[in-house]
């Protein structure tokens, strides 16, 4: 059994996300230590990239601020290593493929492999073309997490069968960022996906309050929470660790 796996193992999983050096390194060390003392079941590292085209404000500034820190690519793997030292909780890397095609797809995924990095999602490479990208992480033990956007009704099957790790279902149509209601019938999708796999799927984009992720639960097997925490970040700075104990508490509250 995968870490990832033993994320879901015999419970609703909360997955939290943060950028990574935001708004240092060491802090994203000690705020994903903080998740995981609150339930955290697995943590999404958001490699900082000058053009993450799939994030609202929030995250794009968190982007902004990680890499004038001097975040990079490096200290990202570094990061891991460190939660290794003393964590196993699952790690799944949030990235744009220019970083990883730059870097060589094989040099990557090897540096994944040996820092312990269980899971990467691509926004930006669409399910047909990510053929290579795929062997050579599913040869270095990484899952690629596949997206499903409300949009894909036509695709959910043919994603879903291939999915890996956990299934990353998009709440809503746009870019990331907190909203006060989900209007897309997200039942529906999860059941068409559910159909076609056996993997774990989870429910992501937009939510924040724990009402969201206990109604989302009901039929997902997990909720992924990234804006709402990021803006934790964003107003608290260096203090935010504890905000995000809170935080991540109440919402793994509301899974049990």
Same mark, same amino acid.
């Given at each position: 059994m995968t870490r990832i796996d033993k994320a879901f193992e015999n419970k609703k999983a909360f997955i939290g996300f943060l950028t990574a050096g935001d708004p240092g390194i060491d802090k994203s060390l000690e705020f994903i230590l903080e998740m995981e003392k609150a339930?955290?079941?697995?943590?999404?590292?958001?490699?900082?990239?000058?053009?993450?085209?799939?994030?609202?404000?929030?995250?794009?500034?968190?982007?902004?601020?990680?890499? %004038?820190?001097?975040?990079?690519?490096? %200290?990202?793997?570094?990061?891991?290593?460190?939660?290794?030292?003393? !964590?196993?909780?699952?790690?799944?890397?949030?990235?744009?493929?220019?970083? *990883?095609?730059?870097?060589?797809?094989?040099?990557?995924?090897?540096?994944?492999?040996?820092?312990?990095?269980?899971?990467?999602?691509?926004?930006?490479?669409?399910?047909?073309? %990510?053929?290579?990208?795929?062997?050579?992480?599913?040869?270095?033990?990484?899952?690629?997490?596949?997206?499903?956007?409300?949009?894909?009704?036509?695709?959910?099957?043919?994603?879903a069968e291939k999915s890996s790790g956990f299934l990353y279902i998009v709440s809503s149509m746009g870019v990331t960022g907190v909203r006060s209601e989900i209007r897309t019938d997200l039942k529906s999708i999860v059941e068409a996906a559910r159909d076609a796999t056996e993997t774990k799927?989870? *429910?992501?984009?937009?939510?924040? !309050?724990?009402?969201?992720?206990?109604?989302?639960?009901?039929?997902?097997?997990?909720v992924i929470v990234g804006s709402a925490i990021v803006k934790l970040i964003a107003e608290h700075g260096e203090d935010a660790g504890k905000y995000i104990y809170d935080y991540v508490r109440s919402m793994k509250e509301a899974l049990r």
């Open positions: 339930g955290a079941d697995l943590v999404e590292i958001g490699i900082p990239f000058s053009d993450p085209m799939a994030e609202g404000p929030v995250i794009q500034e968190a982007n902004i601020r990680a890499l %004038k820190a001097g975040t990079d690519l490096t %200290k990202v793997f570094q990061l891991v290593e460190k939660v290794r030292k003393v !964590s196993e909780i699952p790690l799944v890397f949030l990235t744009y493929l220019n970083p *990883v095609f730059k870097t060589g797809y094989q040099e990557f995924f090897g540096r994944c492999r040996k820092s312990g990095v269980d899971g990467i999602i691509i926004p930006d490479l669409p399910f047909e073309e %990510k053929g290579e990208v795929a062997g050579i992480a599913k040869e270095n033990g990484i899952d690629i997490i596949s997206l499903i956007a409300p949009t894909s009704e036509k695709r959910i099957r043919m994603i799927i989870a *429910v992501g984009f937009g939510i924040s !309050s724990p009402d969201q992720a206990k109604e989302i639960s009901s039929y997902a097997d997990g």
